[in-house]
């Protein structure tokens, strides 16, 4: 299958939040290869996809039926649904489990993490990214996120994010000792990303959430990003400026990035 026919591939490929998330994940993640690795939130499958690549034995879970069916279709039969709550594995299958944008999509985060506990080894390693909130505040672009009219739930979030302390608390709460973290996806991504899912969300679809469990800011559908294809090939010829742009993170690395990533093992 070639990435230039998959219509989620081709937007990842414009989207500077998911191309930076990418690039942090496989920064941030031990060496896959040989393991057998569960991802946490796959969406419509264009992380499950680059994970596959690393190496290793992956399955995929998500809470939304029609993005674990669109996820199948580009990485095959290893999607499957999960109620948020529980994970229909055995105890201690997987080496590796990386949580990817979940946990602020459900109510029950501390349940699902001791879940999570569950179906890890006893050497196993886990991975969360999540909305970062800097200490409970928001940070200048979540408090212009707000004022421009957008709500968690657009996102399809149940929570705005987590601090460190917050997701510190409940991994060591579930059984987990956090070992790393970082943080990615600074002011001048986070800013493009904002004025792109303002017009998707607000002009191209008059404020209509077109989404389920994760929200309604991008396509969710081949058919959804048929109808607006026009618009698409015209952000696409910006593309190159905008990225450009967005490179002036690099200057402003000391500043806290706006998706929080930690590492844990069990206690």
């Not at 969710?220 to 010829?237: A, G, M, R, T, V």
């Amino acid at each position: 299958m070639e990435m230039e026919k998959v219509w989620q591939l081709e937007v990842a490929k414009k989207s500077l939040k998911k191309q930076s998330k990418l690039r942090a994940i496989d920064t941030f993640l031990e060496s896959t290869s040989g393991k057998k690795c569960l991802e946490i939130g796959c969406d419509t499958g264009v992380t499950s996809y680059f994970l596959r690549k690393r190496g290793g034995d992956w399955i995929s879970v998500d809470g939304d039926k029609k993005k674990v069916e669109i996820a199948r279709k580009l990485v095959g039969d290893t999607v499957f649904l999960t109620d948020g709550r529980s994970l229909n594995f055995a105890d201690a299958t997987f080496d590796c489990v990386a949580v990817i944008d979940f946990l602020e999509h459900i109510e029950t985060d501390q349940e699902f993490i001791r879940e999570i506990y569950r179906v890890l080894k006893p050497s196993g390693s886990l991975y969360v990214t999540v909305p970062h909130t800097r200490g409970g505040k928001d940070l200048i672009l979540n408090r212009l996120r707000w004022w421009l009219g957008f709500k968690p739930s657009d996102y399809g979030h149940v929570r705005k994010g987590y601090s460190l302390e917050d997701l510190r608390a409940k991994l060591e709460k579930g059984g987990f000792k956090v070992t790393g973290y970082t943080t990615f996806s600074r002011f001048f991504s986070e800013f493009i990303e904002l004025l792109v899912n303002y017009s998707y969300m607000f002009i191209l679809n008059k404020g209509q959430n077109k989404g389920s469990l994760k929200g309604g800011i991008a396509p969710s559908s081949p058919e959804d990003l048929k109808q607006h294809q026009k618009s698409f090939k015209l952000y696409s010829l910006v593309y190159p400026v905008l990225g450009a742009i967005s490179r002036l993170d690099e200057f402003i690395s000391f500043t806290p990035g706006y998706i929080l990533m930690v590492s844990a093992k069990k206690a």
